[in-house]
């Protein structure tokens, strides 16, 4: 788009880094009332309507330029077949519908009665996460202990309109690599219902502009068969377009404690929030084939898989992405572990010719284990070579995009032109259908294709 060239620099979410013209993710934010004019019911859009699809940018509209934009207009997360591409609008609060504005107020509400921020960012984030559990003749039948409540009366949360809902917020100790998000702190809630289904996730933070979930919270997400891959999410910023307040200010009059009359909160029409309105699928492109499976099912899965891998191996083209690949999968076979039944190994290449090979580090606590593609980060930042291709495979044979961590690592580091060798399987809220091999494909795609609109660090929030 024409208009990033003129952006501040600071706004960019993607470290400066140049993307080939096929890759990436860029993404506007339009602040002018003129947002009206988009149609709220169909933020998504597979027809990628934009000068080119590269880069990871925010593009920031003035209201001076807003009377230009097509309101039509999507940016584009790149073109992958499996996805349909990854397009994004964002506009204001204002144009959602009636519940949703309320879902917005009542997230925004719980983030500002935090009074305590997290002791190393100083920066909350507040996730409601909706759900609807199916109806039964038997209220017993609800609960995994028969005459016990589903939830304990602390967690159980009802909106006004009789929806339920819990609420999650983050949290960070001194290692700020054990912090936990809200979204995640939100889920784990649900283990004390046997059966039940997300219908949104809505996202309130302390940023002016709206930040999509992390990549850990997206991984986190897409691993639960609960929460359908179409699950709206929506992500707004904290200060009101059209009242210039945000938080306390924008709640209630001179910051008091007491609500009036005429803030853009309680009102919802006025109420005016950058927002980003997406689904986990558009978040969260080329999951692992296990991603929604037991680990049981992920050994059948890859049993089912070797058997035919030799057809798979023969569609790469480039020899080099053949080779990584019997590296990956020999690393993998060569770490055998008790603590789970599935290994990785992981395989790159640099521009001097270079590989490099690591394989996971298990840890009995399965949340400090080290991913394969993460522990190549020091030879990524050697300046000495630049990675070209990479590969991560398991002892079967499936070539899996980097996991969270690693594609936190790989976008924010400056390696979006990394190419990724990966397989590409049905994208379903049906378990069976990862068992249909035959729709699978191994491809390449650019690290940039794996993150659509990263979060990042953005206007508005400040350290304390």
Same mark, same amino acid.
Request: charge should be negative; aromatic fraction near 8%; hydrophobic fraction near 35%.
């Given at each position: 788009?024409?208009?990033?060239?003129?952006?501040?620099?600071?706004?960019? $979410?993607?470290? +400066?880094?140049?993307?080939?013209?096929?890759?990436?993710?860029?993404?506007?934010?339009?602040?002018?009332?003129?947002?009206?004019?988009?149609?709220?019911?169909?933020?998504?859009?597979?027809?990628?309507?934009?000068?080119?699809?590269?880069?990871?940018?925010?593009?920031?509209?003035?209201?001076?330029?807003?009377?230009?934009?097509?309101?039509?207009?999507?940016?584009?997360?790149?073109?992958?077949?499996?996805?349909?591409?990854?397009?994004?609008?964002?506009?204001?609060?204002?144009? @959602?519908?009636?519940?949703?504005?309320?879902?917005?107020?009542?997230?925004?509400?719980?983030? $500002?009665?935090?009074?305590?921020?997290?002791?190393? &960012?100083?920066?909350?984030? @507040?996730?409601?996460?909706?759900?609807?559990?199916?109806?039964?003749?038997?209220?017993?039948?609800?609960?995994?202990?028969? +005459?016990?409540?589903?939830?304990?009366?602390?967690?159980?949360?009802?909106?006004?309109? #009789?929806?339920?809902?819990? $609420? +999650?917020?983050?949290?960070?100790? #001194?290692?700020?690599?054990?912090?936990?998000?809200?979204?995640?702190?939100?889920?784990?809630?649900?283990?004390?219902?046997?059966?039940?289904?997300?219908?949104?996730?809505?996202?309130?933070?302390?940023?002016?502009?709206?930040?999509?979930?992390?990549?850990?919270?997206?991984?986190?997400? !897409?691993?639960?068969?609960?929460?359908?891959?179409?699950?709206?999410?929506?992500? $707004?910023?904290?200060?009101?377009?059209?009242?210039?307040?945000?938080?306390?200010?924008?709640?209630?009059?001179?910051? &008091?404690?007491?609500?009036?009359?005429?803030?853009?909160?309680?009102?919802?029409?006025?109420? !005016?929030?950058?927002?980003?309105?997406?689904?986990?699928?558009?978040?969260?492109?080329?999951?692992?084939?296990?991603?929604?499976?037991?680990?049981?099912?992920?050994?059948?899965? #890859?049993?089912?898989? &070797?058997?035919?891998?030799?057809?798979?191996?023969?569609?790469?083209?480039?020899?080099?992405?053949?080779?990584?690949?019997?590296?990956?999968?020999?690393?993998?076979?060569?770490?055998?572990?008790?603590?789970?039944?599935?290994?990785?190994?992981?395989?790159?290449?640099?521009?001097? #010719?270079?590989?490099?090979?690591?394989?996971?580090? &298990?840890?009995?606590?399965?949340?400090?284990?080290?991913?394969?593609?993460?522990?190549?980060?020091?030879?990524?930042?050697?300046?000495?070579?630049?990675?070209?291709?990479?590969?991560?495979?398991?002892?079967?044979?499936?070539?899996?995009?980097?996991?969270?961590?690693?594609?936190?690592?790989?976008?924010?580091?400056?390696?979006?032109?990394?190419?990724?060798?990966?397989?590409? !399987?049905?994208?379903?809220?049906?378990?069976?259908?990862?068992?249909?091999?035959?729709?699978?494909?191994?491809?390449?795609?650019?690290?940039?294709?794996?993150?659509?609109?990263?979060?990042?660090?953005?206007?508005?929030?400040?350290?304390?």
């Amino acid at each position: 788009m024409e208009e990033i060239d003129e952006v501040d620099p600071s706004w960019r $979410v993607d470290g +400066g880094n140049k993307r080939n013209s096929n890759s990436g993710n860029s993404f506007c934010i339009f602040t002018s009332n003129e947002v009206d004019e988009v149609d709220p019911s169909s933020p998504l859009n597979g027809g990628n309507k934009t000068d080119s699809n590269s880069g990871n940018s925010i593009c920031v509209s003035t209201a001076d330029e807003t009377d230009e934009i097509d309101p039509s207009l999507t940016v584009s997360g790149g073109n992958t077949p499996s996805n349909g591409g990854n397009s994004i609008r964002i506009f204001t609060s204002d144009t @959602l519908e009636w519940i949703d504005r309320q879902d917005v107020a009542l997230a925004y509400r719980y983030r $500002v009665s935090l009074r305590s921020k997290p002791r190393q &960012s100083s920066f909350r984030v @507040l996730a409601l996460i909706f759900y609807e559990i199916p109806s039964t003749e038997n209220e017993d039948e609800r609960s995994l202990v028969p +005459g016990m409540p589903t939830f304990a009366p602390w967690i159980a949360q009802t909106s006004q309109d #009789g929806r339920s809902f819990v $609420v +999650g917020t983050n949290d960070e100790g #001194g290692f700020i690599g054990g912090a936990i998000c809200a979204e995640r702190a939100a889920m784990v809630q649900f283990r004390f219902l046997p059966n039940f289904s997300v219908t949104k996730v809505v996202i309130s933070t302390d940023s002016e502009d709206p930040i999509t979930p992390g990549l850990l919270c997206r991984e986190f997400l !897409a691993g639960h068969p609960t929460v359908p891959w179409n699950t709206p999410v929506i992500s $707004v910023g904290c200060k009101c377009v059209n009242s210039q307040k945000k938080d306390e200010a924008l709640l209630f009059q001179n910051g &008091s404690s007491q609500s009036t009359s005429g803030e853009c909160l309680d009102e919802g029409p006025t109420m !005016a929030l950058p927002t980003i309105l997406t689904t986990l699928k558009e978040l969260y492109p080329f999951p692992s084939p296990y991603t929604r499976l037991t680990a049981n099912q992920s050994t059948m899965l #890859g049993e089912k898989y &070797s058997a035919r891998a030799s057809d798979h191996f023969e569609t790469l083209v480039e020899a080099d992405s053949k080779r990584l690949l019997e590296l990956a999968i020999l690393e993998a076979r060569s770490n055998v572990s008790d603590l789970h039944p599935i290994q990785f190994g992981a395989a790159a290449i640099f521009d001097d #010719g270079t590989i490099i090979m690591t394989r996971q580090s &298990s840890a009995l606590e399965y949340g400090c284990t080290l991913d394969a593609v993460s522990q190549l980060a020091p030879h990524f930042q050697d300046q000495n070579g630049t990675p070209l291709l990479l590969v991560q495979a398991d002892q079967y044979g499936i070539a899996h995009a980097p996991f969270a961590p690693a594609r936190a690592f790989l976008i924010e580091h400056g390696f979006a032109n990394c190419q990724i060798v990966l397989h590409d !399987a049905p994208v379903s809220d049906n378990d069976d259908d990862i068992f249909d091999i035959e729709k699978w494909t191994l491809k390449e795609v650019f690290v940039s294709e794996l993150v659509p609109t990263p979060p990042a660090w953005t206007k508005g929030t400040v350290r304390e």
